[in-house]
Every structure is written in C-alpha cells, then in structure tokens.
C-alpha cells in the first residue's frame, strides 16, 4: 500500500493510469513528479520484458514498489510490425504522424488484410515479486488518418465493432476500452493477492 512509482514519462499515461488506481489505497507518482526524467532504453524484444526493463531500472533508483508498462500496435499483414518498435516505426526520432504517414503507405495494398490490435502489458515490481498482466484491443487500420485526440496510431485504428477512430473518442471513453486500461485493471485485480 502507499506510494506506486509508475515508470512512465509519458504524461497521457499518467493521466490514465491514475484514474485507474483512483479508488484504491495506492497513490500512483511519476519519476518526473519527483524531479527526475528517466528514460530507460527499450532493448527487449518483447512487451513483457520493456515493461520488466523500466520497472527495474525505476526500482534500483527508488527501491519502492513500481508499475511499469509497454505497448504498441501489432499488425496482421505484417506478421505484428511495428509491435514493440511502435514509437519508432517510422526511424529514430520520428514523429506521431510520421509512422501514421508510413503505415498508411505500407497498406495501401486492397489485396492486404487492415486487422490489427494494440497490446499493452503491465507489470507491478517490488524488488522481489513480480505481477504481470497483458491487455488487447482489437480493430482495424483506417484508409485515412482522422480525429485529433489521443496520441501515436489513434487517429489510424478503428476498434472493432466501431465506426470511428481512437483518435475520435474522448479521453474518457477511450480509458474504459483500451489495451492499457485492460492491463492495468487486470493487474490492479491481481495486486489484491498482495494484501
Ligand atoms: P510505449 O508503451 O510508451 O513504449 O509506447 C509505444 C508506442 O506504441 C507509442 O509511441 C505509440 O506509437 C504506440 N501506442 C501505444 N499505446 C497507444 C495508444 O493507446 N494509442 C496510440 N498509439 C499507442
């Protein structure tokens, strides 16, 4: 119980996360709400083991219990690119819309299926015990880049069963659907075991 560092940077995350954790006895703190911009090095080839990556290094500095994540998209006709390369789909220090530009082209194939999900994996950490969980979203690539909300593929994917893009939904619908939110109320069910 009390303080839950989540390695993110990521303020979005934040946001998320934190109302995720709201009704609970955790008090979920940023590095960088501690003064301290960490920025650990994505070198697994894996979701689980980037999450394990960051809640790690978080961990040493701290050595108080942490959250960590890592997601990204994961694409059919493309056997799961860009996967845990997401953020740099498109090159180092690419932008947002740099990699939608690029996916777009990839995909603009009519033979190629535009199925894709997005995947999140949460880890909780506390220096000898370690909890995972791993949350989806499934849909589909859109033919055109639309909305303005969210961030990364958001205005690119259209959850199954809808008619619109993430990039079109409030942050408050998306936060009850997404893959991050999936994970993190699975991990949340299962940090109950801890009490
Ligand atoms: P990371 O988990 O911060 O490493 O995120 C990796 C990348 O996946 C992000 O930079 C985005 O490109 C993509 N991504 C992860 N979650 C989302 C989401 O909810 N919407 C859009 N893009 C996302």
Do not use: W
């Not at 701290?62 to 390369?85: C, F, M, N, Q």
């Not at 990699?99 to 199925?115: A, D, E, G, I, M």
Request: with cysteine.
């Amino acid at each position: 119980m009390g303080k839950l560092i989540f390695a993110t940077g990521n303020k979005g995350k934040l946001k998320e996360v934190k109302q995720i954790f709201e009704n609970t006895s955790y008090e979920i703190i940023a590095p960088f709400e501690l003064g301290n911009d960490v920025d650990v090095e994505e070198t697994e080839t894996t979701f689980e083991g980037n999450a394990f990556l960051k809640a790690k290094a978080i961990y040493d500095i701290y050595r108080t219990p942490v959250i960590a994540d890592d997601s990204g998209l994961e694409v059919d006709a493309l056997d799961g690119v860009p996967g845990v390369y997401s953020a740099r789909y498109a090159g180092k220090n690419c932008t947002f819309d740099d990699n939608n530009n690029k996916l777009l082209k990839v995909l603009n194939n009519p033979s190629l299926p535009r199925t894709a999900r997005f995947v999140a994996c949460a880890i909780f950490y506390d220096g000898t015990k370690k909890i995972v969980s791993t949350g989806y979203l499934e849909g589909s690539i859109a033919h055109e880049k639309t909305g303005a909300m969210g961030f990364g593929y958001d205005p690119v994917f259209i959850p199954k069963g809808a008619d619109r893009t993430l990039g079109q939904y409030s942050f408050e619908e998306k936060n009850k659907m997404s893959h991050r939110y999936k994970a993190f109320e699975g991990l949340k069910e299962k940090m109950k075991q801890l009490t």
